[in-house]
């Protein structure tokens, strides 16, 4: 078998990247330090009349302000950075939302943001209504003051037609908003597609290592990112400049290790869908797969996470716990390839249901690792 797979795919052009991995150096002057200063300190120098200049830790801080315009070099629009994609998903949802708003969420999509709906927002005064993403858009918009999405969704990997959604929702005065953690700004660009703000969890395949957690929020609506940056401010809820370090530090990376991920999911998911006895595979890369026409027609890239459906539970767990190129574990996005069985988290998938997150090992290493734990 060829390592290329049989469906090539667009991708962000070199230039993007280059000039991301030299954003810094192009405002450097003589004798700064090539790399990345870490500044951490909460107060600043500050005689005199308050000018807009820096004044403290919970509003500025320069470490923060390069990791985001490198975000925001990927988004093509302002961003906000937070400590963790759960914060930026928080920031999003209250600073679109107040009481007697009626807010629509995918059933479907990632377990703690409907949590937080539930649990906070609902006793507010905020009407939460949730949708499976096969069938998001059926019921039209109409009375919806906020629409979040979540595509493809995890973890069935389900997509909606963002564009469709967006041009609805704002024609019916609404505000939608998009989590884009499972394909990053290298994989799909929900603000190109319509969507208000995009929200992501930059503890994925952002940062890529499993040793941080952080998020951001993008928009290119000034009123939006400014009401997100002021409950920043007030909440609080601000990202250590340690992190935002070594958020920047795993993003000059990025490029390389996500297009590994990408290709090698395309050739595992190819090969897997093959094994006569093999698990059911879903991947948005697959011809054939629900999501597939969706995918070319929206994403830049298929992404690198994959679901396994064996046909019982003993199986699944027989196919994590024998591969010896897979961490057990609940996160995805890092260089580890990694899997778990969701079911164990109470998602509404079979018992035998296993997402798989590929990481960067070289992919003839990974699928001999792979065909013999599924045999
Ligand atoms: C992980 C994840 C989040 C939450 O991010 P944290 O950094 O863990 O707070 C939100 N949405 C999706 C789709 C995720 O996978």
């Known amino acids: 078998m060829t390592n290329t797979p049989k469906t090539p795919l667009p991708r962000v052009s070199s230039d993007e990247m280059g000039a991301l991995l030299h954003l810094r150096?192009?405002?450097?002057?003589?004798?700064?330090?090539?790399?990345?200063?870490?500044?951490?300190?909460?107060?600043y120098h500050l005689p005199g009349r308050p000018d807009g200049s820096a004044a403290y830790g919970r509003a500025d801080n320069p470490t923060w302000d390069h990791l985001e315009q490198m975000l925001a070099h990927l988004e093509q629009a302002p961003v906000v950075s937070f400590p963790s994609g759960m914060a930026a998903i928080s920031a999003a949802l209250f600073a679109t939302l107040k009481a007697g708003d009626r807010l629509l969420i995918p059933a479907d999509g990632y377990y703690i943001t409907r949590r937080l709906c539930e649990r906070?927002?609902?006793?507010?005064?905020?009407?939460?209504?949730?949708?499976?993403?096969?069938?998001?858009?059926?019921?039209?918009?109409?009375?919806?003051?906020?629409?979040?999405?979540?595509?493809?969704?995890?973890?069935?990997?389900?997509?909606?037609?963002?564009?469709?959604?967006?041009?609805?929702?704002?024609?019916a005065g609404g505000i939608t908003i998009a989590d884009n953690t499972t394909l990053t700004p290298l994989g799909q660009r929900p603000l190109d597609l319509g969507v208000d703000i995009v929200v992501a969890s930059d503890t994925k395949a952002m940062g890529g290592h499993s040793d941080l957690l952080m998020g951001h929020v993008a928009s290119r609506r000034d009123d939006l990112i400014e009401a997100m940056r002021e409950w920043r401010t007030l909440s609080g809820s601000i990202p250590g400049p340690q992190t935002a370090w070594l958020l920047h530090r795993g993003m000059e990376t990025l490029d390389v290790r996500y297009d590994r991920m990408c290709r090698s999911a395309q050739i595992l998911a190819e090969?897997?869908?093959?094994?006569?006895?093999?698990?059911?595979?879903?991947?948005?890369?697959?011809?054939?797969?629900?999501?597939?026409?969706?995918?070319?027609?929206?994403?830049?890239?298929?992404?690198?996470?994959?679901?396994?459906?064996?046909?019982?539970e003993a199986r699944a767990e027989h196919f994590i716990d024998s591969c010896p190129l897979i961490?057990?574990?609940?996160?995805?996005?890092?260089?580890?390839?990694?899997?778990?069985?969701?079911?164990?988290?109470?998602?509404?998938?079979?018992?035998?249901?296993?997402?798989?997150?590929?990481?960067i090992e070289p992919v003839e290493e990974l699928w001999a690792a792979f065909a013999q734990a599924v045999g």
């Open 120 to 171: 906070f927002l609902a006793p507010l005064g905020v009407m939460v209504v949730e949708r499976p993403t096969p069938v998001f858009a059926t019921d039209g918009f109409d009375g919806f003051d906020v629409v979040f999405i979540e595509s493809p969704s995890n973890p069935g990997l389900d997509m909606v037609d963002i564009a469709a959604v967006a041009a609805l929702v704002r024609g």
């Open 25 to 43: 150096g192009q405002s450097l002057n003589k004798g700064d330090p090539l790399s990345l200063p870490l500044v951490g300190t909460s107060a």
């Open 271 to 312: 090969r897997l869908a093959e094994l006569p006895d093999g698990p059911a595979v879903r991947y948005p890369g697959l011809v054939g797969d629900p999501a597939h026409a969706l995918s070319m027609a929206q994403c830049r890239r298929t992404g690198f996470l994959m679901s396994l459906t064996f046909d019982t």
């Open 327 to 359: 961490r057990p574990a609940t996160s995805f996005g890092s260089v580890h390839t990694s899997a778990e069985r969701r079911a164990r988290w109470g998602d509404d998938v079979p018992a035998g249901f296993v997402r798989v997150s590929v990481g």
